[in-house]
């Protein structure tokens, strides 16, 4: 998922064929905590052979593996967290934290952004948190919009037909300039909405996103403000799309 091939051999069955997976341009990552394992010679001797990288991770520096190798990662031998002494416990954990700095450092190197994990991992809510509004947002037809000064009743009428809960307002050059929300017309009912245009109760600052933003930020945004939609505007405040709660809820980020 950070972009860099890897995969596992098994060193007992590396000599049986296996070590036909290992390429000239791989680099191995050997893990043994004594450096003595019988079963780790054949793939030693097949990167000596070949001039393949062999990185060591093990405890014991002057072992086979560790004179044989260009780069040993050396930890201190601690004893195991197992009651006898015996069973790989504390040794695996203390490799698994140096394989996680390694995928860190290397990610860090690489200059890997989210957006090239998500391309590695879109399923799951992890790859739907990774996802940007432009990926889930509506747009054309289905955007409800209207121009500034158009009569409550039309609004009324655009609103309930494109069932996002709030029309946007366009000035005379086509960009944002408010927006009416359901919650808009339940605090004016005491007026007659019938007399009235968008430009009586229209929210003259609505809240909108960038279709670059990450799903999670427009979600966060919602939120915050305890509301149901975001209209998305490019540079020149013009719509481009609206992006729902429902929207976020469906792609598994809410």
Do not use: W, Y
């Not at 990610?107 to 992890?126: M, N, Q």
């Not at 009428?157 to 960009?175: A, M, N, P, Q």
Request: glycine content about 8%.
């Amino acid at each position: 998922s950070l972009g860099t091939p890897a995969f596992f051999v098994h060193a007992a069955e590396a000599i049986d064929g296996d070590l036909g997976m290992i390429a000239r341009d791989d680099v191995v990552l050997a893990i043994s905590k004594g450096g003595e394992s019988a079963e780790l010679k054949s793939i030693i001797s097949f990167t000596r052979r070949f001039s393949i990288p062999l990185i060591a991770i093990t405890c014991s520096e002057g072992s086979s593996l560790a004179t044989a190798a260009d780069i040993v990662l050396l930890m201190p031998n601690e004893q195991e967290a197992c009651p006898n002494g015996l069973a790989p416990t504390t040794s695996t954990l203390m490799q698994l934290a140096i394989g996680d700095a390694l995928a860190v450092a290397l990610l860090e190197a690489r200059g890997f952004t989210a957006t090239d994990f998500h391309v590695f991992h879109p399923g799951g809510k992890l790859g739907a948190s990774l996802m940007h509004v432009a990926d889930v947002m509506h747009t054309g037809e289905r955007l409800p919009l209207v121009a500034k000064g158009t009569p409550m009743p039309e609004a009324i009428t655009v609103l309930s037909r494109k069932h996002f809960g709030c029309v946007g307002v366009l000035d005379e050059d086509g960009r944002l300039c408010g927006i009416v929300t359901e919650g808009d017309m339940a605090r004016n009912l005491t007026r007659n909405l019938s007399e009235l245009d968008v430009d009586d109760i229209m929210t003259r600052t609505p809240k909108t996103v960038k279709p670059t933003v990450l799903a999670t930020a427009a979600l966060a945004l919602l939120n915050q403000h305890h509301i149901g939609a975001l209209i998305v505007i490019d540079d020149d405040r013009r719509p481009v799309g609206l992006v729902h709660f429902h929207d976020l809820l469906r792609i598994g980020v809410a």
